[in-house]
């Protein structure tokens, strides 16, 4: 059976102000496929995910992004969005004054216009966030709130799976780099990681520990490290990389 | 003719203590004259903008309404000379429509004319119409015990007599000065003891700008007698020409009883290349509180300045405020909280979005007087910049003479916060739209000082920024 890429990042050099971050990074994720990117502690992780979501300040230098065959190097970082990438973020940003329904209404609108869809009305809308909100417990008393101001961890994740669950991305990243985030919390992400799998989204978990892999299993691992992939296997790899750490491939450069 | 000083005839000259207090104006106008940048009061407010030379006045509505001659007359259906009303007709309706001959109704009984239905204010309130200044009768039907009538009238009945020009020091404000010297046209509100006013009191000034850039000048009295309780709310809006010059002074002289409560609210919504200078000075007796909110988004220069004299025990002011502009604005909120007795309460939360090159002003100052112990002043003022050239200033003073009081204040400025745009956008929001969400939020926090839940939702919906 012959595979759909849904991402495919070629020979990508990107940088943050003046240093280079990635460099010469190639990564394929077909359609329906978990891939793990593991590394150590500023491998710059967090910079791939921001550079395939369009996050001003990171720049590329050479190298191409594409998804679902466009490039996405030349989108802005709504229209990624509205494409169907989702990023669930490391640390969710507080926005005072923005109740999360205000917050939600806006979003699912922006991307149904995008594909030409009717916006939804509040009716519509109200009862779609209730019927998706009940399933991670989330109350209509946090959805009132200003979003992420003064949530817990374990809220902030719910209301990443929430948005993730309403906007049904076809791809889904999920960065937890470096977030010492709590086992409860971790559950609830994986929960909705988890219920999007059908065979057709794909994901990509960006990872320090293998922790979050034991709750979404992948199918493929990689080792990334100064900037690039250093070793791809299976879930084995994951395992390996808890007993003996990284710094094999971090002496290897 | 034009400019600030003008002869004009105004109605009731033969009054001799009203005309001395017009006469005063002018004098001490002259002696004070235009603030400089040097004047301390005025000096972020670049009114070098003013453009004052090619101003008109226009004849007073008292005067012509006696003028008004069968040949003059609107020619609709009125045959003994005059329509009754306080419109001169040759020009067409006060509304600004342009009525065919016998077609004129703008005051019989329930007419509303098409335009005026645009503004009317989207919840139940007593409306008071006024077209460039001047007010359109007929007024709305009071409930027992809610004085309502033209400054005039107030003026020959002598209702207005006790407070008139005692509220505001014309001394300290040349505006305030000029505003004497034209007193004509306003309203006098007396709301008796114990009396709550179940609607909110609306002043609605229009202005159908044209060719020629109107000067004119309202003055309001209003009194809360003891235990007396309403809700006064001000708009100031246009149509027509948004390039007209036209200059509105205003001055609100307001005098709370013990024990009463005013809400007073405002929204200046001016054409842009027009100036607004207005002035609220707030005298209160012994427990009484003064709810204020002020929406300022129109006017080249547009100045709203609230003074409040707290002047005896337990009274309390909220002055808040928000501000929205951009192009080449300034938009000045200047306060002055006077804590004049023992255990009185201020507190100001005033926020600000600038664009373009557009300045914004705040001058907030904090008074406690020797004797005004256990008083409590709290002030912030915090405004968002939205573009390299947009520029704030800002001038926090506080004057504290006595001992165990409570006293704050804080200024702070900033950009819109790239990580909240970014996440936003990271889930599908165009950058624009979730700049324009973030933009109302930050105001949403001033606007949600606002008390009465239909007026805080009307003034939401202006709190976004005008076109350029």
């Known amino acids: 059976m012959s595979k759909t890429p849904l991402l495919e990042i070629e020979d990508l050099y990107a940088r943050v102000a003046d240093k280079e971050i990635i460099k010469g990074f190639n990564l394929t994720i077909n359609e329906g496929e978990v891939h793990a990117i593991m590394g150590p502690n500023g491998a710059g992780k967090s910079t791939l995910s921001n550079v395939i979501c369009g996050k001003p300040g990171y720049e590329i230098t050479s190298g191409s992004i594409r998804f679902k065959g466009k490039d996405l190097t030349k989108m802005s970082a709504e229209d990624r969005a509205r494409e169907g990438i989702f990023l669930c973020m490391q640390y969710p940003v507080e926005i005072p004054g923005v109740a999360v329904t205000t917050f939600l209404k806006h979003s699912i609108n922006a991307v149904r216009k995008y594909h030409n869809l009717p916006e939804l009305d509040t009716m519509e809308f109200v009862k779609m966030v209730r019927e998706e909100g009940k399933k991670l417990g989330i109350d209509n008393e946090m959805i009132k709130r200003p979003v992420n101001v003064g949530f817990s961890g374990g809220e902030k994740k719910r209301l990443e799976t929430l948005q993730m669950n309403i906007l049904k991305p076809s791809f889904a990243i999920l960065d937890e780099a470096d977030s010492g985030l709590d086992v409860d919390a971790l559950k609830v992400v994986a929960e909705g990681m988890n219920a999007l799998r059908d065979g057709k989204r794909s994901m990509l978990i960006i990872t320090h520990y293998q922790r979050l892999l034991e709750y979404v299993v992948p199918d493929f691992v990689h080792v990334y490290a100064d900037g690039h992939i250093v070793k791809s296997g299976d879930k084995t790899l994951a395992a390996e990389i808890e007993k003996d750490g990284y710094a094999e491939y971090t002496r290897e450069r | ?468």
Not at chain 2, 351 to 364: L, T, Y
Not at chain 2, 407 to 418: N, P, Q, R, T, Y
């Open chain 2, 1 to 468: 003719m034009g400019g600030l000083v003008q002869k004009v005839k105004l109605f009731g000259e033969y009054i001799p203590w009203f005309q001395a207090m017009r006469d005063k104006g002018a004098i001490t106008f002259d002696e004070l004259g235009l603030p400089t940048p040097k004047t301390e009061a005025w000096k972020y407010t670049k009114l070098r903008d003013l453009n004052t030379d090619d101003l008109v006045i226009e004849p007073s509505n008292f005067l012509s309404e006696m003028r008004v001659t069968a040949e003059e007359a609107c020619g609709c259906h009125h045959e003994d000379g005059g329509c009754g009303c306080h419109h001169h007709h040759g020009k067409g309706c006060c509304c600004g429509h342009h009525h065919e001959e016998g077609d004129c109704h703008c005051h019989e009984e329930g007419h509303v004319c098409e335009c005026r239905q645009k503004l009317q204010v989207p919840f139940d309130a007593y409306v008071i119409h006024f077209e460039k200044g001047k007010m359109i009768p007929p007024f709305p039907d009071f409930p027992r015990g809610v004085e309502v009538m033209n400054l005039m009238e107030a003026v020959i009945t002598e209702d207005a007599k006790e407070y008139l020009g005692k509220v505001a020091d014309i001394k300290l404000h040349p505006f305030a000065a000029l505003n004497n010297a034209y007193m004509e046209e306003g309203i006098y509100l007396c709301v008796h003891k114990n009396v709550k006013v179940d609607k909110p009191i609306v002043l609605i000034n229009h202005t159908k700008s044209g060719e020629e850039n109107i000067f004119f000048n309202i003055r309001n009295l209003i009194v809360l007698e003891q235990g007396a309780e309403a809700e006064f709310v001000e708009w100031y809006n246009y149509t027509g020409a948004v390039k007209s010059r036209y200059f509105a002074n205003l001055v609100n002289e307001i005098v709370l009883g013990k024990n009463a409560k005013l809400s007073h609210y405002k929204l200046q919504d001016e054409a842009f290349k027009a100036n607004h200078i207005a002035l609220s000075v707030v005298k209160q007796k012994a427990d009484s509180n003064y709810h204020n909110f002020c929406l300022q988004r129109g006017a080249n220069i547009g100045r709203n300045e609230v003074k409040v004299l707290l002047n005896d025990e337990n009274a309390s002011a909220e002055v808040n405020a928000a501000y929205i502009m951009s192009g080449w604005a300034t938009l000045d909120t200047t306060t002055d909280i006077l804590h004049l007795s023992p255990r009185t309460y201020s507190s100001q939360l005033v926020k600000g979005v600038v664009g373009g090159e557009a300045k914004g002003v705040f001058q907030g100052k904090i008074h406690i007087a020797q004797d005004a112990v256990q008083t409590e002043g709290k002030q912030l003022h915090r405004a968002l910049l939205l573009s390299d050239t947009a520029e704030i200033d800002v001038k926090p003073e506080l004057e504290i003479f006595a001992d165990d009081v409570k006293c704050s204040h804080g200024a702070a400025s900033g950009e819109l916060d790239e990580n909240q745009l970014f996440y936003m956008q990271s889930r599908g929001i165009g950058r624009e739209e979730a700049k324009q969400i973030l933009i109302d939020a930050y105001l949403n926090e001033a606007l949600a000082k606002v008390k009465n839940p239909e007026i805080r939702a009307w003034l939401s919906d202006y709190a976004h920024a005008p076109q350029e």
